[in-house]
């Protein structure tokens, strides 16, 4: 099983930029599907991007697919999230997660086998 720790995670400015990352150790890790979701207070977790194991497949959630790219390195075994224009509706705790199996359903959370802690995005107006 793979493991997943995230970092990142802050405080910006409404059309400020953050980059999240995710390491990943254990199992090889460039065997998984990776991607990133989001969790805001009082809403369920949802998807926000998607990248397959060589990297040369993105999906993207519609509200950020013009400000956020996934990409990942796996000599590194690490997945990044760059994210720009940040609004205040994109505050919230953000998940990296890792599944094995190749799916067209990318967008249901119970698909993924592994998860990182999360770590928090606020963005101030």
């Known amino acids: 099983q793979v493991r997943l720790v995230e970092s990142g995670g802050g405080l910006v400015q409404a059309g400020g930029s953050l980059r999240l990352s995710c390491a990943a150790s254990?199992?090889?890790?460039?065997?998984?599907?990776m991607a990133w979701f989001r969790q805001a207070p009082g809403k369920e977790r949802e998807f926000v991007a998607s990248i397959s194991r060589s990297g040369d497949l993105t999906y993207y959630e519609d509200s950020v697919k013009a400000r956020f790219i996934i990409s990942r390195d796996n000599v590194k075994n690490m997945l990044y999230l760059q994210m720009s224009n940040l609004e205040p509706e994109d505050t919230a705790v953000y998940y990296c997660a890792a599944r094995l199996t190749d799916t067209d359903d990318i967008y249901t959370r119970d698909n993924y086998d592994a998860w990182g802690q999360g770590t928090q995005v606020t963005v101030s107006s």
């Open positions: 254990g199992r090889a890790a460039e065997n998984y599907f």
